[in-house]
């Protein structure tokens, strides 16, 4: 694995602008500068401002990471996923999607151990919270996001088994969308999408958005929530095919949002930047594909996990940040 200088870092890639409306977001001199390389597949960024550094990870290299100006790439947990005797029947046995607690805490997508876990980043223990729905094993928990309320909203697709839906070790025959709420309650949301991924809440909370990954009909959806936090409605937001007909590379996958509540999925091309009535006005673009990204430092960075690198831009936008 190789560390960019702290003072010169390489640039990929190139902003691809298809609105005028992009100006608001990203200046025109904008650029995409690579932090770190030589991983296999990143994810799951999240910026911690206690101690300004940024912790993704390497799901099928089993370790989580950090990323500091100051510091580069240090190793936070290796296994950060599963840890027990060898086995060939994970495909990615690390962890995915994370997100920080109101208490500070790390809660993090396991795949290996098929979990959601929490993990104290003073002392790196780390905790399972939840393995199962009415008893059955979930398939791999991918993607979280935190409500303000404390209730945690996740997906649950089987991207982490070998095989995937085909696994013998699946227990669910569905790939689900989840909420657990802060008394301990866990509800299913949906059961129906067919590879729901990444997960984000709007500004004020009152929409849910989950991408799609499925090849074949690759998507953004999302659900009006109520008061209880619970869907009221259901619908398409955004139509990933004609992108991934024109052979962007990636799926839908990541995706975070800005105080105005503009999105910023990963999908095929890069990161889709998409108004809140899902007008695409721009693609970040890095050359490969892009899992997922989040904003960090003073909320105006762009951190992207893209394929076997580790990248940021910087945006005239500021994002939602714990």
């Known amino acids: 694995m190789s560390v960019s200088s702290q003072v010169t870092y390489k640039t990929v890639g190139r902003i691809h602008r298809l609105s005028p409306k992009l100006d608001a977001v990203i200046a025109p001199d904008a650029e995409i500068q690579q932090l770190a390389d030589g991983f296999i597949w990143t994810e799951g960024p999240v910026w911690v401002r206690d101690g300004a550094y940024l912790v993704f990870s390497d799901v ?135 590879f ?30 109520g008061p209880d936090g619970l869907p009221t409605a259901k619908a398409l937001f955004f139509d990933a095919m004609p992108l991934r007909a024109a052979g962007g590379p990636g799926l839908p996958d990541g995706l975070c949002l800005d105080t105005d509540g503009r999105l910023y999925a990963t999908g095929p091309g890069g990161v889709l930047v998409l108004t809140p009535d899902a007008e695409l006005i721009g693609v970040i673009e890095t050359g490969t594909a892009i899992a997922n990204c989040a904003f960090g430092e003073d909320g105006s960075t762009l951190f992207l996990a893209s394929n076997h690198t580790l990248a940021r831009v910087r945006l005239k936008t500021t994002g939602l940040v714990w």
């Open 196 to 225: 729901p991924n990444g997960i984000a809440l709007s500004p004020d909370q009152s929409r849910l958005y989950v991408s799609v990954s499925d090849p074949d009909a690759p998507k953004l959806v999302v659900y009006d929530l």
């Open 60 to 194: 099928p290299g089993n370790v989580m990471y950090r990323w500091s100006e100051a510091d580069g790439v240090s190793e936070v947990l290796n296994p950060s996923g599963y840890d027990g005797p060898p086995t060939d029947a994970f495909a990615e046995p690390g962890q995915n999607g994370m997100a920080l607690d109101a208490a500070g805490f790390l809660l993090a997508c396991d795949h290996g151990n098929r979990a959601l876990a929490r993990i104290d980043l003073k002392t790196r223990k780390k905790t399972l919270l939840l393995e199962r729905w009415q008893g059955k094993r979930f398939n791999s928990p991918n993607d979280l996001a935190v409500a303000r309320t404390g209730a945690i909203y996740f997906t649950d697709p089987t991207y982490g088994l070998k095989g995937r839906n085909s696994s013998p070790l699946r227990e669910l025959d569905f790939n689900g969308v989840y909420r657990l709420a802060p008394d301990g309650t866990l509800e299913l949301l949906d059961a129906d999408l067919t």
